[in-house]
């Protein structure tokens, strides 16, 4: 069946001249997936819905490993929940769809992946990767622009920071700072990863352009999961005098790093957006007893942060994943999204056994978890895609890693 949708889909692009016999209609879906989250419109879910019944048919054999097990667990307690504690609101009803719609297609591709030979795949994704952001880069540039680049050096606060994104002038990626900061970093460490993949080397120039994109957003959230895992990389990648050199660049930087881009004179401020995640994390530990085994439900955190917590700024979660989990699912959906996430990363230590790229790829996607995501966001069911993709390729020997310019 597989087969016959190719052909006709290649028929009709032969109809207007173009030739893309060498490439399955699953992958160009794969790649027009990735390219979707960043859409201002919300195509993606269908987009996604799309995919997975291209992989579907395009894998020769379904096979149900632990962590989608797991992962099944999750997305049922959260639909028992989200049916018990249902009221008219549009962003739960939008959110369990989000959340079935992700984890479906998480399913589908990475068993879809695990099948096939992806190095065609790796190169069609990488031109996918380049037009994702150069628009990203235009989108940030007409944000700037509007404001004379007076925010170029850096802003002082996370409010100053938000005054850049201008919902009239946007028209690519997200309107949120954090979320479109967060999505950078999770489409741009893979786009980062592919020329070690493919060649064995570094591209000291891919990191430039995902750090200064990171760096324009305004968001600290991609610097910090950024310096994580390129930090890794570069440390594992290079010899001793090497590893000198990027601890003292690093000492020299750090005072910028913490003035301009982590904003540490801020964290604690009660309009600063690490500060009020302090403040929603210290009404959860203050108020654990009052919070059901069994979660509050689906999409409930709200009430409890404006019942607890000392303000509340209208966020939808609490700003962690694990926290999120309990608070609104219990233990239920904390254990089977932790065992999830354990048996997922044990799934892909087994299938290659790339240790070091491993440990480098989930620290990062760990790191934003703890102060951002809510579990089932399309970023991190594209992450997980995508770094399994990427370290499922081949073994890579870092000790042959070279640093290049491109």
């Known amino acids: 069946m597989a087969e016959n949708l190719d052909k006709r889909f290649y028929d009709n692009f032969r109809t207007f001249g173009f030739d893309v016999s060498a490439i399955r209609l699953s992958e160009i879906l794969f790649c027009f997936s990735v390219l979707s989250v960043f859409i201002p419109y919300k195509v993606y879910p269908l987009v996604f819905l799309v995919s997975a019944l291209a992989f579907y048919f395009d894998t ?5 490993p632990k962590w989608s097990v797991f992962l099944s667990v999750f997305a049922g307690y959260a639909l028992i929940s989200f049916i018990v504690t249902f009221e008219e609101q549009n962003s739960q009803m939008t959110n369990i769809i989000k959340l079935l719609v992700n984890f479906v297609y998480l399913y589908f591709a990475v068993i879809w992946l695990g099948q096939r030979d992806n190095n065609r795949l790796i190169k069609s994704l990488d031109i996918i990767l380049h037009l994702i952001f150069i628009l990203v880069f235009l989108q940030l540039l007409l944000y700037h622009q509007a404001l004379d680049f007076r925010l170029v050096g850096g802003s002082s606060s996370s409010g100053q920071a938000s005054m850049l994104y201008n919902k009239g002038l946007y028209f690519w990626g997200l309107e949120d700072k954090n979320m479109f900061g967060a999505r950078i970093a999770m489409i741009g460490f893979p786009y980062i990863l592919i020329p070690l993949i493919q060649k064995n080397k570094v591209s000291i120039i891919r990191i430039v352009i995902v750090f200064g994109l990171g760096y324009l957003s305004l968001s600290r959230t991609p610097i910090v999961a950024l310096l994580i895992g390129c930090g890794y990389l570069l440390w594992i990648s290079t010899n001793k005098w090497m590893r000198i050199g ?5 000492i020299a930087a750090l005072p910028f790093v913490l003035e301009k881009v982590i904003r540490v004179d801020q964290l604690t401020a009660s309009n600063d957006g690490m500060g009020i995640r302090l403040v929603y994390w210290k009404s959860f530990f203050q108020h654990f007893r009052e919070i059901p085994v069994l979660g509050v439900g689906f999409e409930k955190a709200p009430g409890f942060l ?3 917590s000392d303000f509340y700024r209208g966020e939808p979660h609490i700003h962690n ?3 999120t989990a309990y ?3 219990g233990i239920i959906g904390l254990i089977s999204y932790g065992l999830f996430l354990y048996y997922f990363m044990q799934t892909c230590v087994r299938n290659v056994a ?3 790229f491993w440990i480098m790829v989930f620290l990062p996607l760990l790191a934003i978890m703890m102060i951002l995501y ?5 970023d991190i069911v594209l992450y997980l895609s995508l770094i399994f993709l990427l370290g ?3 073994t890579i020997n870092f000790k042959e890693t070279k640093l290049s310019l491109i």
Do not use: I, Q, W
């Open 392 to 394: 499922s390729h081949h």
């Open 354 to 356: 790339n240790t070091h």
């Open 306 to 308: 404006k019942e607890y």
């Open 374 to 378: 809510s579990g089932y966001d399309n």
């Open 246 to 250: 990027m601890v003292v660049f690093a």
């Open 321 to 323: 994943t694990f926290l």
């Open 60 to 64: 020769s054999k379904l096979s149900f």
């Open 327 to 329: 608070l609104e699912m």
